[in-house]
């Protein structure tokens, strides 16, 4: 199991700037990539930005050039740092963390993605 809690979100004028955290515990093993999602009130789940364990990063591109993601192995945290925000990226901001599907011996384990809960990030014009 991992377990996983953001925090940072808050309100912002357009252009600002916010940092989210995400704290992991837990079996992080066999976790790859971890990241953040984010859903805006009547839209879909949207990846943001994910973090590879090699480093590699991928990014929505709407966020593109705004938005970092990083990770601290010894705070145990991923990191959201958000510049130059805009009203359109008000939205709930989830922690993920994806487990692909392994096998030890005879014992099969499916892929599990673990989620957050979320924290709000208001952007106003």
């Known amino acids: 199991q991992v377990q996983l809690a953001e925090s940072g979100g808050g309100s912002v004028q357009a252009g600002g700037s916010l940092r989210l955290s995400c704290t992991y515990s837990?079996?992080?093993?066999?976790?790859?990539?971890m990241g953040w999602y984010r859903q805006a009130p009547g839209s879909q789940r949207e990846l943001v930005a994910t973090i590879a364990n090699d480093g590699s990063t991928r990014y929505a591109d709407s966020v593109q050039g705004r938005f970092t993601v990083s990770r601290d192995n010894a705070e145990k945290k991923i990191n959201l740092q958000m510049n130059s925000l805009k009203p359109e990226d008000t939205a709930t901001y989830v922690c993920?963390?994806?487990?692909?599907?392994?096998?030890?011996?005879?014992?099969?384990?499916?892929?599990?993605?673990?989620w957050g809960k979320g924290t709000l990030v208001t952007v106003s014009p």
């Open positions: 837990g079996d992080i093993v066999r976790i790859n990539p």
């Open positions: 993920h963390a994806h487990r692909a599907p392994y096998k030890t011996g005879s014992l099969y384990y499916s892929a599990v993605t673990y």
